[in-house]
């Protein structure tokens, strides 16, 4: 039975394995449950890759302001 790498997995998930290759990962992930679970891991992170909405943290936000702030009051008194 052929092994495959987490990449092979990866290229696979993205469609970017040869028509060979996808076909023998498809197999394998039919008979090897181990296989089929690291799959599943992988699938379910790249679905959350694409719902995480990152923010910066609220004190990055009232710097940047008060910076705005001070520059805009720096041009007001000139």
Do not use: C
Request: glycine share 2%; net charge positive.
């Amino acid at each position: 039975m052929t092994k495959f790498t987490p990449e092979d997995l990866v290229r696979f998930l993205y469609q970017e394995t040869s028509p060979q290759k996808t076909a023998a990962i498809e197999a394998a992930l039919e008979s090897d449950w181990r296989l089929r679970e690291s799959f599943e891991q992988l699938r379910s992170v790249h679905r959350n890759l694409h719902t995480t909405q990152l923010s910066p943290r609220e004190a990055v936000v009232d710097r940047i302001l008060q910076y705005s702030a001070k520059k805009v009051g720096h041009l007001h008194s000139h």
